[in-house]
């Protein structure tokens, strides 16, 4: 039986003792925030499209699902603080958790292929885009879940080639530049 310091778990937790992770993320939390208010658009009421996740789908790769899930989290709710964009509601941060924690078991550790960033992708917009945050929105809203679901839908299908790719190339870049510093004693 394996020691739980040598699971993903164990070991996405044991990068929170590394200086450069705290930093590293504090750091892509900045850059997410701004990305956030600066290349967003808001399609209607329910839909917006944007590049702020990008900045997480780096901490996901580079320091897994745990670091992930509370980067997530975390970055949510000081969104929410600088920023408030409507009423505060604890589902989204989850969403946010859950989507880092699903990144973050894809990719982390892992070299980065287009099946892994599509599989986790495909996940995150099925589970926590389609599922949960439509569920939210639908609580939130007072409109049917039904109502909402097949607008967005269609924007996650079209946003998941796109992502995918967004995604792919970024993570690739960090892959062979990042990463390595990183990874240096």
């Known amino acids: 039986m394996h020691k739980f310091s040598e699971t993903m778990v164990g070991k996405s937790l044991q990068e929170f003792a590394n200086l450069r992770t ?3 993320c504090g750091l892509l939390a900045a850059l997410a925030i701004i990305l956030g208010y600066t290349t967003s658009i808001n399609i209607g009421p329910y839909i917006k499209i944007g590049f702020s996740g ?6 996901d790769f580079l320091f ?11 970055l949510d709710l000081l969104k ?3 920023k408030p964009d409507g009423t505060f509601f604890p589902g989204f941060t989850f969403d946010a ?3 880092g924690v699903i990144y973050g078991s894809f990719l982390y550790k892992k070299p ?3 099946w ?3 599989a986790a992708c495909f996940l995150v917009k099925v589970i926590v885009n389609c599922g949960f945050n439509t569920l939210w ?3 939130l809203a007072g409109k049917a879940f039904m109502v909402l679901l097949p607008a967005r839908i269609i924007r996650n299908a079209v946003m998941f080639p796109i992502d995918t790719i967004i995604y792919f190339m970024i993570l690739k870049a960090i892959e062979q530049n990042v990463k390595p510093m990183l990874t240096k004693q």
């Open 116 to 118: 892994r960033v599509a």
């Open 22 to 24: 705290v930093v590293m």
């Open 54 to 59: 990008i900045p997480n789908r780096v901490v």
């Open 80 to 82: 929410f603080i600088i």
């Open 112 to 114: 980065v292929k287009v």
């Open 64 to 74: 897994g699902p745990v670091v992930g899930g509370i980067f997530g989290g975390v």
């Open 137 to 139: 929105i639908s609580m």
């Open 97 to 99: 958790m859950l989507g």
